[in-house]
């Protein structure tokens, strides 16, 4: 008689619900060394874009909304996990350890956010005309502090037209970069159930009439018929305190505290990134956020269909066994 299979550890669900973050192009540029009830989290240098992010900010983002939903995922599933995040400039990729510890009761909010994990997608096409209301918004503060870090909502009269003008000289450098053009060219317009890479059915439609946002060329499918996007979407600019690379750590678990509470909530969210990938617009963006903290991503967020879930490489491709963990 078949002997049934394992059926999988915490540990297993809790990395499954990790490499569910988001990531740019779903590079998935993380690898999780376990040994016992140890894990630590490490970049993966071969996966992050060198063109659009060569100081690996945006890898390190995604690792720490890995680290978010590890924690998140053991937690909501009964088990204490402590997280360190390690600055070890020795090893500069290994980012953090999680310490699967005792048992505990998991709140209705973990299960309930944790849940969120696995619908929580990028949103890329257009959202409806319809408000956020100020309790969502709120509760999406609320998120980004209770991770330590903050939230801005980007207003007409505050930094919005700024930052929409940064994103568009940014759409038109990369459009004339070749390095730029190829690296994406690789990563885009992959075919359907592709374990990595952006799927074509993830794009979005030609936008019918300029917004005010400019739409990733590389993101965006020409087959389709055009459609109207909201003219002035609400942005959200993701903040915490500090630099470097624990910065941006902290700043992907900031992220992803307010992405999936988002979700929960029944907004959907897509990102705008482009001002991040061109050193002078990212000067910009710099300047512009300097009396308010480290900016480390942009959000659209607002009320959508939902779109199609991104595949992703499996557990056992990303999980290696790691000796001495302390
Ligand atoms: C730091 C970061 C930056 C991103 N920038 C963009 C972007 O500028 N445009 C975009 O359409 N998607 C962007 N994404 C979304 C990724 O493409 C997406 O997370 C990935 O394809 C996986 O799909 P999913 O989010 O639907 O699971 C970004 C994601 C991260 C984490």
Not at 152 to 168: K, N, T, W
Not at 177 to 186: C, I, L, V
Not at 208 to 227: D, I, K, V
Not at 285 to 296: N, R, T
């Amino acid at each position: 008689m078949d002997r049934p299979l394992p059926l999988p550890t915490e540990l297993d669900q809790a990395l499954n619900a990790a490499t569910r973050a988001p990531s740019p192009h779903n590079t998935q540029p993380w690898s999780f060394g376990v040994d016992g009830d140890r894990v630590a989290v490490w970049l993966d240098r071969e996966r992050v874009l060198t063109v659009a992010d060569p100081e690996a900010r945006q890898a390190r983002l995604s690792c720490g909304a890995a680290l978010f939903n590890l924690r998140l995922a053991l937690r909501s599933n009964g088990r204490e996990a402590a997280v360190r995040l390690v600055p070890d400039p020795a090893r500069p990729d290994f980012l953090a350890e999680v310490h699967v510890e005792g048992h505990r009761r998991s709140t209705l909010e973990e299960r309930k956010l944790a849940q969120s994990i696995f619908h929580r997608h990028t949103n890329r096409r257009p959202f409806l005309e319809r408000a956020v209301p100020p309790g969502v918004r709120s509760a999406l503060n609320a998120a980004a502090l209770a991770e330590g870090g903050r939230l801005e909502h980007l207003e007409p009269s505050g930094r919005y037209d700024a930052v929409a003008a940064l994103a568009r000289r940014a759409e038109f450098l990369q459009a004339s970069d070749e390095a730029f053009r190829a690296e994406s060219a690789r990563w885009t317009r992959r075919p359907q159930g592709s374990a990595d890479g952006v799927p074509l059915s993830s794009a979005a439609p030609p936008a019918g009439e300029a917004g005010a946002l400019p739409q990733r060329a590389s993101h965006t499918n020409p087959a389709l018929p055009p459609r109207s996007f909201e003219q002035q979407p609400l942005l959200v600019a993701v903040l915490s305190g500090g630099q470097g690379a624990l910065a941006d750590l902290h700043g992907g678990m900031v992220m992803q505290a307010v992405l999936l509470t988002a979700t929960s909530l029944g907004l959907s969210t897509s990102f705008l990134s482009q001002p991040f990938e061109t050193p002078e617009t990212r000067d910009g963006i710099d300047a512009l956020f300097h009396d308010a903290g480290q900016v480390h991503t942009l959000l659209r967020v607002g009320y959508g269909y939902p779109s199609p879930l991104t595949a992703r490489r499996p557990v056992a491709e990303v999980r290696f066994p790691m000796a001495g963990l302390t």
